[in-house]
């Protein structure tokens, strides 16, 4: 169910900066590994990310920075600590594909005084962007104290006045806005369009287990999941109107139902992106266990006797376990924060590879693929996954594996890594 509140609050986007400049730069820089993207010790300088389309016109990137990640330098005055962050964006129109081009660019740089940062840092530029498009953005974010940086790929899509973007969700308590597709089930939130002019949304609900991706070396169809949802309400629809999801699934709000495009929400658990319950902690062991193992699991009396059970009996001892519990679901969290897609990130196929193998040792990108590089025996061969962009209804970032049945010899030795006690390095 989701229930629907009434407020008269207006809706405020809160940003804290203490100067900020705009300078122009008009070419993407040439990188060529994106691994860091994908390893949270690849990189110092963690931000997130959301767009909001403003008007037809105009697109917002919105951007939350943690000061506390950033490195402070003295500043003019004594005692005076200033962090500086860097902004570079790119927006490249991929409406044809054969013959994409750079649409906007920018350069805005941000003085960030240590005695004023808050928890979070939260800014917003506008991009030109134009009705009908849709685009890839390539976002870095540079901290110029540290001379480090990070970079970011996201898509913007304004193929229709309905699709997600046209929407931004407010985290009612915080009034700040929501920088991931998932709302916790306890959260209040507002839905504020400057682009939709309907007064009703039509919200289908998804709340059946979703299924979990093939194996890496099935050629398998996949199963279908969006094709018939297990409730539908009719509601009104305001910007001051306060939702909450009570169960969890996905939730697509729609305002015309001609088409298929509309604002999905996930409601993945109290706790997500992390795992902290013991079904929850069972549930990605699908992908080390045999059926029947995982049936027995789940079918326990005392799931946390099982989960306990099944760990130390791999690993041997308590230490041992210990540490596999915490590569393992370490591993199971990052791809929930990276890779959640109409699926909790554990699931998708970037997820499944991310918890089996690791993080990648070279990512590089195209504007509708990611290829993964593992190296083997001190880099002389390599293991490479490739996976191709699939935006859907639900999902722009969905990307799908190529699957090869030649992956059956790498995807075994690591599950069968996993299951005698050691933690899977490709080399």
């Known amino acids: 169910m989701m229930r629907l509140y009434r407020s008269l609050l207006p809706i405020l986007l809160i940003a804290y900066a203490c100067s900020a400049m705009r300078v122009r730069e008009p070419a993407i ?85 240590r005695e004023d940062a808050q928890r979070r840092f939260i800014t917003q530029i506008p991009m030109r962007t134009t009705a009908g498009k849709f685009y890839q953005l390539t976002v870095v974010a540079r901290d110029q104290v540290r001379k480090e940086e990070s970079q970011t790929n996201l898509y913007v899509d304004r193929r229709s006045e309905f699709s997600g973007q046209n929407f931004m969700i407010i985290d009612v308590n915080e009034n700040i806005p929501f920088f991931q597709p998932y709302v916790l089930g306890d959260a209040f939130f507002r839905i504020r369009s400057a ?55 996905i939730y697509h709000f729609q305002f015309d139902t001609v088409g298929d495009a509309g604002l999905t929400l996930f409601n993945f658990g109290p706790s997500y992106p992390h795992v902290e319950y013991a079904e929850e902690l069972i549930d990605p062991l699908a992908y080390l266990t045999t059926s029947a193992e995982y049936a027995e699991m789940k079918g326990a009396q005392n799931l946390k006797l099982a989960l306990d059970n099944f760990w130390l009996d791999k690993a041997g001892s308590p230490e041992r376990a210990r540490e596999l519990i915490r590569i393992y679901y370490n591993r199971v969290y990052y791809s929930n924060y990276y890779f959640t897609a109409a699926r909790p990130g554990w699931k998708t196929d970037r997820g499944m590879i ?18 993964w590089v593992y190296y083997r025996n001190n880099f002389t061969s390599a293991v490479t996954f490739i996976f191709d962009l699939v935006p859907t209804t639900y999902s722009l970032e969905n990307y799908v594996l190529q699957r090869s049945e030649n992956y059956d010899t790498y995807w075994r030795q690591a599950v069968d890594t996993w299951r005698r006690g050691n933690i899977y390095l490709i080399d």
């Open 195 to 249: 682009v939709v002019r309907y007064d009703t949304v039509y919200v289908s609900f998804y709340g059946q287990e979703i299924p979990l991706p093939r194996p890496s070396f099935s050629l398998a169809r996949e199963n279908e999941y969006f094709r018939n949802p297990d409730s539908l309400w009719v509601m009104s629809f305001t910007n001051d109107n306060i939702y909450r999801l009570n169960y969890q699934g």
């Open 29 to 113: 820089p040439s990188v060529v590994n994106l691994s860091s993207m994908y390893n949270p010790s690849g990189a110092r300088l963690h931000p997130a990310y959301t767009v909001y389309h403003e008007n037809p016109g105009m697109s917002l990137l919105i951007i939350k920075i943690f000061p506390v990640e950033l490195l402070y330098s003295g500043g003019i005055e004594p005692d005076q600590l200033i962090g500086q962050v860097k902004i570079t964006y790119y927006l490249n129109d991929l409406t044809d594909p054969d013959r994409p081009f750079q649409a906007d660019s920018g350069v805005h740089i941000y003085n960030i005084r």
């Open 354 to 371: 991310f918890i089996i193998y690791g993080p990648p040792q070279t990512v590089t990108t195209t504007t509708n693929q990611e290829k």
